[in-house]
């Protein structure tokens, strides 16, 4: 399984970016999908997860009403759409895949992981 993120790039605060992750193979609709970040100096966070349906979503508190994850199992692509940017939003976002029957927070518990595309939002 190999997954590709893109999307990211500069954005003033306030503003929106949509990052997506692309998973190669024909088995995307089994994953659980997740979006963690990390910023300069900081551990990796969670972000966001969605389970195979697309019917449970989990968020973190800091992005929760800002950002939307979701999926399209057809072409086997993850989103996040992240809106009201802040500059403390500033990080390598990662896009994650965990063989779980439900979504999970825990870096641990994913499988595979992406190289991660920066989103760097500008006060």
């Known amino acids: 399984v190999q997954l590709q993120a893109s999307g990211g790039g500069l954005v003033q605060a306030g503003g929106s970016l949509r990052v997506s992750c692309v998973q190669s193979?024909?088995?995307?609709?089994?994953?659980?999908m997740g979006w963690f970040r990390q910023a300069p100096g900081k551990e990796r966070e969670f972000v966001a997860t969605?389970?195979?349906?697309?019917?449970?979503?989990y968020y973190a508190d800091s992005v929760k009403g800002r950002f939307t994850i979701s999926r399209d199992n057809a072409k086997n692509t993850v989103y996040l759409q992240m809106n009201s940017l802040k500059p403390e939003d500033t990080a390598v976002y990662y896009c994650?895949?965990?063989?779980?029957?439900?979504?999970?927070?825990?870096?641990?518990?994913?499988?595979?992981w992406g190289q991660g595309t920066q989103v760097t939002v500008s006060s």
């Open positions: 969605i389970d195979w349906s697309g019917g449970l979503l």
């Open positions: 994650a895949a965990a063989r779980s029957a439900v979504p999970v927070t825990s870096h641990a518990l994913y499988d595979f």
């Open positions: 193979g024909r088995t995307f609709s089994s994953y659980v």
